[in-house]
């Protein structure tokens, strides 16, 4: 099975280590979110799939969680979970059965898909003074806000 994930990883030119043998570490390029890190496993029976999503959110956790739970009904091979202090992770289990390259490949573009189009949302929700007050010390100090930009009609005071 660990050939077949590779496979998968480079049909797909993902870039990839493989610090043991069947445990490969998938850099996967977002937009939003600019590279999700994500965990492909081969074990006896399943592989598992884990890619970080981000930290526990500083505010707002009732509607953070409720957002995170609301998603995960609709979702494919993974779902969000919580690790032991409230980080979200995208994780997920296969049967063996089930692999082949083209669900690697149907599984690395949904948790790229997943992570990437709902991050900014997640950070709105859980990070937003956080957010502000980042715009606000960049201000001050001339820094660029490029990154900033998807948050700028709840962050920039200057806005509409």
């Known amino acids: 099975m660990r ?7 480079k049909a797909a030119d993902v870039s ?15 937009q939003h979110k600019l590279a999700t890190m994500t965990w492909l496993i ?14 526990q959110p ?13 998603k995960n009904g609709g979702m494919y091979a993974v779902h969000f979970s919580l690790d032991a202090v409230g ?14 390259e083209d669900e ?9 898909t997943y992570s990437d189009e709902w991050f900014d949302r997640a950070l709105e929700l859980g990070f937003a003074s956080s957010i502000r007050r980042e715009w606000e010390w960049r201000v ?3 820094e660029s806000l490029a990154n900033l930009q998807a948050f700028a009609r709840f962050a920039d005071p200057d806005r509409p």
């Open 42 to 55: 081969v074990g006896e029976q399943a592989l598992h799939i884990e890619a970080f999503f981000c930290r």
């Open 58 to 70: 500083d505010e707002n956790h009732t509607e953070f969680y409720r957002w995170l739970l609301g």
């Open 87 to 100: 980080d979200v992770y995208l994780v997920g289990r296969l049967p063996l059965s089930a692999i082949t």
């Open 3 to 9: 050939e077949v994930v590779e496979a998968a990883l």
């Open 16 to 30: 990839y280590d493989e610090p043991r043998p069947g445990a490969f570490l998938a850099k996967l390029p977002g």
């Open 104 to 112: 690697i490949d149907r599984v690395l573009g949904c948790v790229l």
């Open 140 to 142: 001050k100090r001339g």
